[in-house]
């Protein structure tokens, strides 16, 4: 195809799940390219000389050169160029903020939209699952060092890969009952079907990587006992920002008001009220505060639990939301109900302690503050109140205190996350970090591009 006919081509849309249908199942919303869509679509990339998109991808994919053998229907060659740098493609093929990134910086994007890159990566990586394909990769001979990763969220578990294929034996310690990290217990099911990532996570397996789960460093082992007693040469912390960090509103003591921390983890990893035995309360109006990813995932899961009137609360406007665009649609098509410009004050319950309401304030926007947003200034006597049975409290979270308070030789910042070196070095020398106990709740990518840059380090170290 000629540069004038692809220039005449209009971005291929993603194939939905009928929002009516979906709000209320956990099956995937994003449906995914078939053959004919994604030929379609790599046929929109220009294959440019100097591919910007290339800069805007934390971990470097050669994507031209993936679009291209799209292109070109050699999909085995589509893979290996995506695994060359990423080992988690399945899963940022579907969470990431392409639309920030990679897209971002697409040419394309001046003239028209941008080449559809995180869908195209999907569908190969999907297609490699299903065909049972697996991506060539070097594979260094055994070199008889150990290494030690703490946490296995996609910082963990990319760093995990890197250094098998550099030929260490690596064991992963994981504080829950199943690997993965937020992947795992945080993002739903209808975003990030878990299939996906256990079969991911067994590929890490098979380059030799052992789990061991129901590990808590800084309890059942401390970082002195990986480092001096059980002769590991290196040790990775990468235990992620999973501390609920909550808004100290009036009322919030009532039964009924989450942490969407907790309630992600008991409807997603737990399964509640869909088999498995941890229960949920649910209700028949839940109201979530907040608006990023994690509200969003938070509000559309109460709908699929059964909420007839599913609201989001949030302080500024729809423009200052940092959640995704794409999520923030996919909640409107479902029915969420969003109230902008809309700050809580107090949570209200009846006489059994249970909630039943929530106050909030209508705010407007004054100033830009330190995050470059507008900040929201209270608007007087605007207090309204909303009949709601459960409230999730999705406004961030922080660094967990578990490991690093057993471990007073790391030097954290003034929020509690570790301090690092250029080279991603703790002030324990052989002790690195990275991903979000590093950099606060920080994207899945950057978290995985951590854990690649960090394990060249951690081999220069050993080699040194
Ligand atoms: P985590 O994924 O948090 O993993 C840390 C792991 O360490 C956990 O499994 C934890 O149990 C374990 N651990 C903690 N302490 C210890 C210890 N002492 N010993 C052993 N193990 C320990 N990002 C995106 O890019 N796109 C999205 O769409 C998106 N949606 C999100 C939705 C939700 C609900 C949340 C909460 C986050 C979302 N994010 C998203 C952010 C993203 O998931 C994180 O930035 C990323 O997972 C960070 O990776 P990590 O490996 O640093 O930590
Ligand atoms: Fe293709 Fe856009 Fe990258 Fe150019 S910038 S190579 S058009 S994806």
Known sequence: MDLKEKMTLERTAMP?????????????????????????????????KVPACRTGCPVGINIPAFISAIENNNLEQAADIIYESNLLPSITGRVCAQENQCESKCVRKAKSSSVSIGSLERYVADWAREHGYTPKAKLAEPNGKKAAIVGSGPAGLTCAAELARKGYDVTIFEALHTAGGVLMYGIPEFRLPKEIVTKEINQLKALGVKIVCNAVIGQTYTIDDLMNKDGFSTVFIASGAGLPVFQNLKGEGAKGVYSSNEYLTRANLMKANRGGVTPLLTADSVAVIGGGNTAMDSVRTAKRMGAKNAYILYRRGEEEMPARKEEVRHAKEEGVIFHFLSAPTEILSD??????????????LGEPDASGRRSPIPIPNSDFELECGLVIEAIGTGSNPLLTRATPELKLNRKGYIETDENGMSSIPGVFAGGDIVRGAATVILAMGDGKR??????????A
Not at 19 to 48: D, H, I, M, Q, Y
Not at 351 to 364: A, F, P
Not at 454 to 463: H, T
């Open 454 to 463: 960090i394990a060249e380090e951690m081999d220069k170290f050993c080699n």
């Open 351 to 364: 006489e059994n302690g249970r909630v039943c309401g929530i106050r909030c304030q209508k705010m407007e």
């Open 16 to 48: 939905e799940q009928d929002p009516v249908k979906r709000s209320s199942n956990f099956l995937e919303v994003s449906l995914g390219f078939t053959k004919e869509l994604a030929s379609k679509e790599a046929c929109r990339c220009l294959n440019c």
